[in-house]
């Protein structure tokens, strides 16, 4: 066989037993003699990997289409609808009915679909913004939670100080409190490279987590309950949830809106250039100072505004809110979907979030098992295609080792 | 275009939520939410909890449900953790639940008590004991066990009046339940005339506590008072008894959990938990006690109080002849319950009317009241 | 103020430990492994298994303990290995946010499968092994230390010495250096580059696994998020005496250790681990190159 194929299967043999010990063992525990015992246990095993089957299926399903696409030849009917859909894409109706469409929800979706559609959104929002950052400028954020949780708490504690405090007047304040809090952080990250920023990110996040446990005004580990008046109110004939929901998405198609202008302009291409070269694009007279500061604030005001639209629509807030596996998740959404691309981290946003949630009647387990496919997403997905699912053609050619 | 790309997606996925949405919800059960801490550090405590609450659901559906409908456990997970608690009550009542009996930790019960009241489920926990829980005026909520004021006060009592302790060191998790207990502790010891040298809290995932044992040792602190879980109650004795100090050890009901024996080990000695009367040489206790043992091996602390609640709350909704939170709740202030742990008021804030808190130790291995 | 001081350089030097894998894979590779962390966790449950398995052949006695110790050691070195082969050696020319953030995936990866694999709990180190360590105490003047407190700064001597003798008197040690000098150099003097990188994941998981091991019996009790403060703690003291450099990361690793222990005594055990990330980001800010590092170039 050819050397190829002898390491892979060796690499899977090493693999298989630098893990066997733990995941087809268990410890017995003597409790008088304190001591332990390994006791073999097959049943562990198999619903270890039973969690993991929609990774498997996933694979098993990549795998195919990738064999078939070049064997099955596409009917003619199937080929026709593809480019009548694809010429619907110019339709100018397309807009305003896709905008109906998702508008109506409000009224046919029922209670628990609109809690995810909320949640969606929230967590496109969150994307969006880490996407400034991190995909459009090239500067990995690893404590974008800390952003988030700010927004939450900031809502949360400016509730509490002026008691009744509706969400819509508060929210320009939180936006641009976010907005300076991320330029504050951005400074003096300024100088400082790819790998150290994401840290001193981090950093930043953790401290802000290790500060709302410790103080009283934040509650510390108990969080803060807001008091319903803050939350999204009904109106105009729309309960709670699904005045949440129009104003989840309005934020959303405004955001996504707001985005795109600022990549189609100046500032855009500015971003790209220091992704790209920063040295040579600031010898282009790309301010780049600038350029970095602006992209750290932007992208840390919509974390802001994630950050209080949950805390309006769940009503709660804790430090947990900005514990590094928030921003891993968002993280893990905009690799996913496509660093610097805005439909696809969108697409991520919805498929990372989704597809656990309706998976779970089926596999009980799989929230248990969502970290860990996200970890083995982001890894794979660098080595494979680091563009993400629905990449920008632009961030193609970089990306991938060897250019 | 990018833009007309990403709505025609979203209309994809409103698609998508548009099938998984066409289930019709079932009439022909009554669902009851099951919430607490089944994985994590706290798993054991909690899920024993909910095993007892699940024995119930199985004796009333083979006594024919509840208001003629088979009862439907919707049994969820929070980890322990506020914000999943929050997560997992919003999901319970998207299933359609009309109860809840939970959550377990304090700190989860309050943050999700909000959602419930908003959504009209009675809940009954049996075993969150922080004070903050009932003191809302939420009428729909109500508990089957006692308060951190009455636990603390009984912890810092024995401390001041039968160990004779003057100092005491307290240290605490930064829950809800752990530092909330922790302060009614010092509250009631410095009402006592006693002094408290050492008021520090430690992150609840902290396993080395040699340097707030070392700065302990400095005050000369009588003894040590833990407001937190079984999980770090263990490690902080061992490690306090490996520094060779014997001080009496003293913590509340989060560590009267077997886990805490199997690892303290033989490092258990001069140690104090407030907790509930003994339940397992109650008449009335046997029958469940010898299902629970059955099916799920030996009890946890909390199994009974499960049993208890779940009890309570299908008699009430029985009596009421309806699963409507403001009928029900006016039913269980009215009555009083027959349970395996004798009976049971509620007054009106949703407290037992009677609690008994006694002081337990641990003696060959095993807890037991202390005589 | 000795016991102050044996508890802060015994914390202090098991993050000396890690810091020197954090320290020596950024040497070799400009890269930092942020999957560093959980190679420590990985040793700390190798070694419970270890004497697990190895009690039912051997019988519980102290044989089973140092043999389960060497192999907890060289599992967490087989881990590091995999991480080098699978996530970072084919990302060694792509743009830099890949390697990172696939250590990153990485990371999640590992926590995940430990807590599923394992428990999502805590776990307990068998007493029975690390009980004699414990009990049998040293007086010096008012305060008492451990045996396995001196155990874990012997060891950490040792190991170390050890290190340096590796580094600055082997052939290993000269390939090593040679390249994180200069990759591309060192390749066309026929130092077999990839072999060498790959020795040094090697070592430093090793020395992770051990300090792993070590924390494991001091606390009694793991936990598989572990490594995440661990790996932070540790990176802080890399990054704190000079990533890079490897004197530098035993000196930070102590002044971590001993800064941790004041906070605990002065402002309180809440703010400890605040602390340490206060260290770290007024580090970077101020003076990246920490105490004995050379200026950081910037990689464009």
């Known amino acids: 066989m050819n050397r190829g194929l002898r390491n892979t299967l060796l690499g899977c043999l090493g693999l298989f037993a630098i893990t066997a010990p733990f995941i087809w063992f268990r410890l017995d525990y003597n409790t008088t003699a304190q001591t332990v015992e390994l006791i073999p246990a097959l049943s562990k095993g198999v619903k270890f990997f039973q969690g993991l089957l929609p990774v498997f299926i996933a694979l098993a399903a990549c795998f195919a289409w990738q064999r078939l696409q070049k064997k099955i030849s596409i009917p003619a009917a199937a080929q026709r609808s593809g480019q009548w859909l694809a010429r619907q894409q110019q339709n100018p109706l397309l807009l305003p009915a896709a905008g109906l469409l998702l508008f109506s929800a409000t009224f046919w979706l029922d209670a628990k679909n609109l809690n995810y559609a909320v949640t969606v959104g929230i967590f496109m929002l969150q994307a969006l913004g880490l996407n400034i950052t991190t995909g459009m400028t090239g500067l990995l954020v690893l404590g974008y939670a800390g952003f988030y949780a700010f927004g939450g708490y900031a809502f949360a504690i400016a509730q509490i100080l002026i008691p009744g405090l509706p969400w819509w007047a508060a929210l320009p304040f939180v936006f641009l409190a976010g907005g300076i809090l991320g330029w504050l952080v951005g400074l003096p990250c300024l100088r400082l490279r790819g790998d150290y920023l994401a840290i001193v990110t981090l950093g930043f996040a953790e401290s802000f987590r290790e500060l709302m446990r410790n103080l009283e005004i934040t509650g510390g580990d108990k969080g803060i309950s807001l008091a319903a008046s803050s939350k999204f109110q009904g109106m105009l004939g729309l309960n709670g949830l699904q005045s949440s929901y129009v104003f989840t998405l309005l934020a959303v198609i405004l955001s996504v809106f707001f985005i795109y202008r600022i990549y189609h302009s100046a500032i855009g291409r500015a971003w790209i250039a220091i992704r790209e070269d920063e040295i040579a694009a600031s010898s282009m007279g790309v301010p780049v100072v600038r350029m970095k500061l602006l992209a750290f604030a932007l992208s840390a005001a919509f974390a802001a505004l994630a950050g209080q639209f949950t805390a309006c629509h769940v009503g709660f807030i804790d430090p947990a809110s900005s514990a590094f596996e928030q921003s891993v998740i968002v993280l893990a959404m905009v690799i996913l979907g496509g660093m610097g691309s805005i439909p696809g981290v969108l697409l991520g946003s919805t498929l990372l979030y989704l597809i656990p949630t309706l998976l779970r009647d089926q596999f009980p387990s799989i929230s248990d098992y969502r970290l860990l496919i996200f970890g083995i997403i982001m890894v794979v997905m660098m080595l494979y295609r680091p563009q993400g699912l629905w990449g920008s053609k632009r961030h193609q050619l970089e990306l991938k080792a060897g250019s | ?242 520094s060779g100090k014997n001080i009496p050890f003293i913590s509340g009901d989060g560590t009267i959990v077997k886990e805490f024996l199997d690892t303290a080990g033989p490092k258990a000695s001069n140690v104090f938990l407030t907790f509930g009367p003994d339940f397992k040489k109650l008449p009335a206790a046997q029958p ?67 609690t008994n808190y006694v002081i337990w130790t641990v003696e060959n291995g095993a807890f037991t009241i202390l005589p | ?121 805590k776990i307990d180190f068998p007493r ?165 590092g050379e200026r950081v170039a910037d990689k464009v």
């Open chain 2, 1 to 242: 275009m990018v833009v007309k790309r990403r709505l025609s997606l979203l209309t994809l996925l409103v698609a998508a939520s548009l099938t998984t949405s066409c289930q019709k919800s079932e009439s022909t059960t009554i669902k009851i939410g099951i919430a607490g801490v089944q994985t994590g550090s706290d798993g054991q405590i909690g899920s024993t909890m909910i095993f007892g609450s699940q024995i119930a659901i199985d004796e009333w559906n083979a006594k024919g449900g509840l208001l003629g409908k088979k009862i439907e456990p919707v049994v969820r997970d929070d980890e322990g953790k506020p914000n999943q608690a929050v997560a997992v009550a919003q999901e319970i009542v998207a299933k359609g639940a009309v109860a809840v009996i939970g959550h377990f930790n304090s700190g989860c019960t309050i943050p999700s008590s909000e959602i419930y009241r908003q959504n009209g489920l009675i809940q009954i926990t049996p075993g969150s004991t922080n004070p903050q829980i009932t003191e809302r005026g939420f009428t729909n909520l109500f508990r089957v066990v006692g308060r951190d004021d009455q636990q603390g006060t009984v912890a810092a009592g024995f401390a001041r009046e039968r160990l004779k302790v003057s100092k005491i060191a307290i240290l605490h998790n930064k829950t809800a339940y752990g530092q909330g207990l922790a302060e009614e502790v010092r509250k009631t010891f410095e009402a006592n005339g006693g002094e408290v040298v050492l008021f520090s809290g430690i992150s609840s995932e902290e396993m080395d506590f040699r340097a707030n044992l070392s700065a302990i040792e400095k005050t000369g602190a009588e003894a040590v008072f833990w407001g937190g879980m079984y999980g770090q109650a263990a490690p902080l004795l061992t490690q306090l008894r490996d």
């Open chain 2, 288 to 354: 469940f006690l010898e299902k629970y043992r059955a099916a799920h091996g030996e009890e946890g602390p909390y199994s009974i109080y499960g049993y208890d609640a779940a009890n309570i709350l299908f008699s009430a909704i029985e009596k009421a002849g309806t699963t409507d939170a403001v009928k029900v709740a006016e039913v269980l202030r009215a009555t009083r319950f027959e349970t395996c742990l004798g009976p049971v008021e509620f007054n009106d804030k949703g407290d037992l009317k009677q």
């Open chain 3, 1 to 121: 103020m000795i016991e102050f001081l044996v508890i802060g350089l015994t914390r202090g030097a098991t993050y000396a430990l890690v810091a020197l894998g954090y320290t020596m894979v950024y040497g070799i590779l400009g890269m930092i492994n942020f999957a560093h962390g959980e190679i420590y966790m990985i040793g700390m449950f190798a070694c419970v298994f270890a004497i697990g398995f190895l009690s039912t052949l051997l019988g519980p006695g102290t044989a089973a303990l140092l043999v389960a110790v060497l192999l907890a050691v060289g599992l967490a070195a087989a881990y590091g290995y995999s991480n080098e082969r699978i996530a970072y050696r084919h990302l060694r020319k792509a743009h830099l946010l890949a390697p990172l953030t696939s250590a990153i995936g990485l990371s999640i990866v590992l926590q995940n499968f430990i807590m599923l694999s394992v428990s999502k709990g």
């Open chain 3, 128 to 292: 029975h092994y690390s009980g004699p360590l414990i009990e049998t105490t040293f007086q010096i003047g008012s305060t008492t230390i451990t045996g396995l407190q001196i155990a874990i700064l012997v060891v950490t001597l040792l190991v170390m010495g050890g290190l340096f003798y590796l580094i600055y008197r082997t052939r290993m040690g000269i390939a090593m250096r040679a390249t994180s000098q200069d990759q591309r150099m060192a390749s066309l003097v026929g130092i077999p580059v990839n072999r060498t990188i790959a020795t040094t994941f090697v070592i430093g998981s090793a020395l992770a696994g051990l300090a792993g091991v070590m924390i494991a019996m001091y606390q009694g009790v793991l936990r598989f998020d572990s490594g995440y403060s661990m790996g932070l703690k540790a990176f802080t003291a890399a990054i704190l005496g000079g990533i890079g450099n490897i004197p530098g990361a035993v000196l930070g690793g102590l002044i971590i250790g001993l800064t941790e222990d004041a906070t605990s005594h002065t402002i309180g055990s809440d703010w400890k681990d605040c602390t340490t990330f206060i260290i770290l980001m007024l580090v970077l800010i101020l003076r990246p190159r920490g105490l004995l």
